[in-house]
């Protein structure tokens, strides 16, 4: 992670950035969460579906989602459309390793600024995120 350029945000915004990493696999979830804590400039929120994930961003704040879109209990794609119901402006990021042309078509159609495909090499992970919390509106 350019550690730099986001303690660099977070100085100008006065506090950290807030992101909520959405997959199933716990591994996933950790592996990602350990590089966006590599500097004290990003808090992490987990959710392990996309239920959980809608009901942390109806009642939480953060900068940025990111979101696997084939899980259980609710899938990323109507999980991206409800959250885009909530907070129009909040950046999610879809990671998908076996979604259909077609669903992740619908994930972009539904509001999700970017999409990486599994498995997601760590640089292009980090690149993503600071990219896109660069680009939000919230920085």
Request: hydrophobic residues 45%; aromatic residues 4%; glycine residues 6%.
């Amino acid at each position: 992670m350019d550690v730099k350029k986001v303690e660099k945000m977070v100085a100008e915004r006065g506090k950290a950035f807030k992101v909520l990493i959405v997959d199933d696999e716990p591994r996933i979830r950790e592996i990602f969460r350990d590089f966006c804590e590599l500097t004290n400039s990003v808090e992490v929120d987990m959710a392990e579906n996309g239920a959980d994930a809608v009901n942390k961003v109806e009642n939480g704040n953060y900068d940025l989602v990111t979101m696997d879109l084939i899980m259980p209990e609710m899938a990323g794609v109507e999980a991206v459309s409800k959250i885009k119901k909530i907070k129009p402006h909040l950046p999610v990021i879809v990671i998908t390793g076996n979604a259909t042309e077609r669903l992740v078509n619908q994930a972009g159609v539904k509001g999700a600024s970017s999409i990486l495909y599994k498995p997601v090499l760590l640089d292009n992970f980090i690149d993503e995120v600071v990219s896109t919390l660069e680009r939000s509106p919230a920085k």
